[in-house]
């Protein structure tokens, strides 16, 4: 008699190789949110040790490469940033091609993981993290916010000049090339954040289009959303999908429209946490990370019935 193939809804170990804390963002989004859901559904968690999948963060430890060697379960290396143009370029190739398969967070992503490696990669977006807050009321002069890592700091540079007219927070480490403008600025930390985005009107996300930039997920206009604020954003693969609920397009132009347009902004931002509560929820993610499990396994359930056919048929010959 034939095995039965694993459906999505039967019970497995889950193993995360981590490399960093919960105060990284790609840590929480990509394995912490949605292996506390999975946990919830009745999987089996570990962080050592063998299991039926064991799932590779971001990381850029050559010592995966020899770990995911040894490993006897199915491998998943997940890919939420584009390293494939860093010194990290081979490191990455290398787990691409050791991974029984590849996950990463948005198409853009997936494009570029079959353009350097020819593997087709699933995508699994990012969750929401961020408790939904009740969207303010616009004031003629609305409280801005940019959050989020150093690293981004060159797309809010391009457009800082455009801003003196409203206070202006930070979310992030200083920058000493944009200290001699008029901004607030608030230390990073997890709370902070949510704390800060919930005190102000409207969060700006600017954009630069460069190759590394564009396959970002969409998680800080998700938080910001999630959070009551209005969103102002540039162009950008993955914001595309809010075009409807926030502004996407030239960051002035945004704000004042805002400005103008207060209840319409309100109706957008409320129709923007439903469209996040829908599509964002940890829940959906760590069903769609289920989904990816059970394909994986339900492959090598299936390459092993076709195996022991193909032997049987053999030794009747």
Not at 6 to 18: C, E, L, Q
Not at 200 to 224: E, L
Request: proline letters at 4%; one cysteine or more; aromatic letters at 8%.
């Amino acid at each position: 008699m034939a095995a039965q193939a694993r459906g999505p809804k039967s019970s497995f170990s889950i193993r995360y190789v981590v490399h960093s804390g919960l105060e990284t963002a790609s840590t929480r989004l990509r394995i912490a949110i949605p292996a506390r859901e999975l946990d919830r559904m009745g999987h089996d968690i570990r962080l050592d040790g063998d299991a039926d999948v064991v799932v590779f963060g971001k990381h850029f430890s050559r010592e995966d490469t020899a770990l995911i060697k040894q490993l006897k379960g199915k491998t998943i290396f997940d890919i939420c940033d584009d390293h494939f143009a860093t010194k990290h370029a081979e490191h990455y190739r290398q787990m691409c091609y050791l991974a029984d398969a590849v996950t990463c967070s948005t198409e853009a992503m997936q494009d570029r993981i079959l353009q350097e490696t020819r593997r087709e990669a699933s995508v699994i977006q990012d969750p929401y993290d961020f408790a939904e807050q009740v969207p303010r009321k616009m004031p003629d002069r609305p409280r801005l916010i940019w959050h989020g890592h150093a690293t981004n700091f060159d797309t809010l540079r391009d457009v800082i000049a455009d801003l003196v007219d409203w206070r202006l927070t930070v979310v992030s480490n200083k920058d000493p090339n944009l200290v001699r403008y008029r901004v607030t600025w608030v230390p990073w930390n997890y709370d902070g954040v949510q704390e800060q985005l919930g005190k102000h009107d409207i969060a700006i996300v600017p954009t630069i289009d460069q190759p590394r930039k564009r396959v970002k997920s969409p998680n800080r206009v998700v938080d910001a959303i999630r959070c009551g604020c209005f969103v102002v954003a540039g162009h950008h693969p993955s914001y595309e999908q809010f075009s409807e609920v926030a502004w996407i397009g030239d960051i002035r132009e945004g704000i004042e429209w805002a400005i103008q347009h207060p209840r319409e902004a309100m109706r957008k931002t409320l129709q923007g946490q439903k469209l996040v509560r829908e599509n964002f929820s940890p829940t959906k993610i760590a069903e769609q990370w289920e989904t990816a499990f059970a394909s994986i396994l339900d492959a090598d359930q299936s390459h092993k019935r076709d195996t022991s056919t193909s032997i049987s048929q053999a030794a009747q010959a």
